[in-house]
């Protein structure tokens, strides 16, 4: 597989429109390869725009349809499109796709990627379409521009598509022709609509001529694109849906309790999604350790205990505290990897600013080392050694089975400079986001540092740090 360079506006940016990438520039002819929902709906809206577009599908019905300005699907205003391109001439169809691309800049490969036996991704169909996009490049000497546009998982416009085109055109891809992924975001229905107003657009490319040919041609319809690397776009697309079939879940799990209890659940989340500040927001939603405090665990706990006393099914309430778990776990497995026998851990209380150690995560990975003979030092702003826990004991009786076992050995471990703890110890958990912690890690050196909060957004620059989820 080719390497490539990951086109990044800047760490972790979005909605940026990278400075030197033309906004005007003559409109690129396209061939739409997969004259599906999403190739039909791209051919129309792409012509609208003003591209000259060929379809290809290697289905005669759906060529002669879209030949002929006709929808060979049902969704609002395509069919006015298709024939309104179809009559200026800036629509036609072929199943030729080997001359599609000679005859086009930029070519968007929509053919279908259904589910293999094993439960995979079946890549037959891009593989074929691969080879004749290769013969097609290889007559020709101008730069064409590749875009996939599939649900694939990442590594596949890379590892899969692209050896097979540069294979068949002799060319390398990032210099005799560009490789791009970008995701759509169409909803059935109103898919000519979401076009032309998008969530979000976003672009990973090999190179900065792909992405700017790409920002040009999407600038008319979104003047805020995120370009970003190959991989990162294709499991953009993955996250969405799984995101969205989790809401549907979660949703549907709440009618299923609440109806044995007489609530209504739509009154319910009604109310729920008024809440924009925490329940419909960013809030939450990075990668970072596991949750915590005097409220989440007891209350996924509470819940789950209704549905069964119910006899209620809720398979996905219930998996929150098995994740929640294995994620706990994978952190005490990160620092076992190091083979340290001191660990320094900076921020004991379940979130920051606070004293509350109630069900904190990172006492289980304390007990945890603690039992295998680890020793640690801990360092935390809010808490001392004089902190008071025995209401937050009484509480957790029946819950926190680390601060319960750790009770009696905190006060011995606490120390009140975060830069001692990291420098005794061989490795270091670092548990809150703060300048001091920032400061003192960046002196760690060489020691292995478990970020569970990404101090750093550029962790290139600090290969001794790793979390486990980047």
């Known amino acids: 597989m080719t390497a490539y360079l990951p086109i990044l506006t800047a760490p972790h940016a979005a909605n940026v429109i990278p400075v030197g990438f033309p906004l005007t520039a003559p409109r690129e002819s396209v061939s739409v390869v997969g ?19 060929v379809g290809v599908d290697i289905d005669p ?53 259904p589910t293999a036996a094993d439960g995979g991704c079946d890549y037959r169909y891009i593989e074929a379409a691969a080879r004749a996009i290769g013969e097609g490049i290889a007559q020709k000497d101008g730069f064409h521009v590749v875009v996939m546009r599939c649900s694939i998982p990442p590594g596949t ?20 022709f560009g490789i791009a992924f970008n995701p759509e975001f169409l909803r059935e229905g109103v898919a000519v609509a979401d076009f032309h107003n998008p969530p979000k657009t976003v672009i990973g490319a090999t190179d900065a001529r792909t992405a700017g040919i790409l920002v040009s041609m999407f600038a008319p319809v979104d003047r805020n694109i995120i370009v970003t690397s190959i991989e990162v776009a294709e499991m953009v697309k993955y996250v969405d849906n ?83 778990a294995a994620h706990i776990d994978r952190a005490v497995d990160m620092v076992r990897a190091t083979g340290a026998r001191k660990v320094g851990v900076l921020g004991l209380a379940f979130k920051p600013g606070t004293d509350d150690l109630r069900e904190s995560p990172i006492l289980d ?22 902190t008071p826990l025995e209401g937050q004991l009484a509480y957790v009786r029946h819950g926190s089975a680390g601060l319960q076992s750790l009770a009696g050995e905190l006060a011995g471990m606490l120390r009140s400079n975060p830069r001692g703890v990291v420098d005794r110890a061989e490795a270091v958990i ?17 020691r292995p540092v478990i970020d569970l909060v990404r101090l750093f957004p550029d962790t290139d620059m600090y290969p001794a740090i790793e979390g486990i989820g980047w």
């Open 35 to 53: 004259l599906g929902y999403v190739g039909a709906v791209s051919t129309a809206c792409l012509a609208s725009l003003g591209h000259r577009v």
């Open 157 to 176: 416009t890379l590892g899969v598509m692209t050896p097979i085109i540069e294979l068949a055109s002799g060319k390398m891809a990032g210099q005799d």
């Open 242 to 324: 799984v995101w969205h079939a989790t809401k549907v879940t979660f949703a549907n799990e709440v009618g299923r309790l609440c109806k044995p209890l007489a609530v209504d659940s739509h009154k319910v989340m009604d109310i729920f999604i008024q809440d924009t500040k925490l329940n419909l927001s960013p809030y939450y939603l990075k990668p970072g350790f596991a949750y915590g405090g005097s409220c989440l665990p007891k209350e996924v706990r509470a819940v789950s205990h209704i549905g069964r006393s119910m006899g209620v099914d809720l398979p996905l309430i219930e998996s929150l505290g098995k994740s929640n």
């Open 430 to 446: 670092v548990t809150h986001a703060n300048a001091a912690y920032r400061d003192a890690v960046s002196l760690a050196g060489h």
């Open 61 to 113: 019905t759906k060529v002669a349809t879209i030949a002929a300005g006709c929808s060979p699907i049902h969704e609002d205003r395509l069919e006015e499109l298709l024939a309104e391109g179809v009559e200026n001439g800036m629509v036609t169809a072929t199943d030729n796709l080997v001359h599609a691309v000679i005859d086009t800049d930029v070519t968007f490969v929509s053919v279908g990627t």
């Open 365 to 386: 990975v304390i007990a945890a080392l603690r039992a295998d003979g680890v020793a640690v030092e801990i360092h935390d702003h809010a808490i001392t050694a004089d």
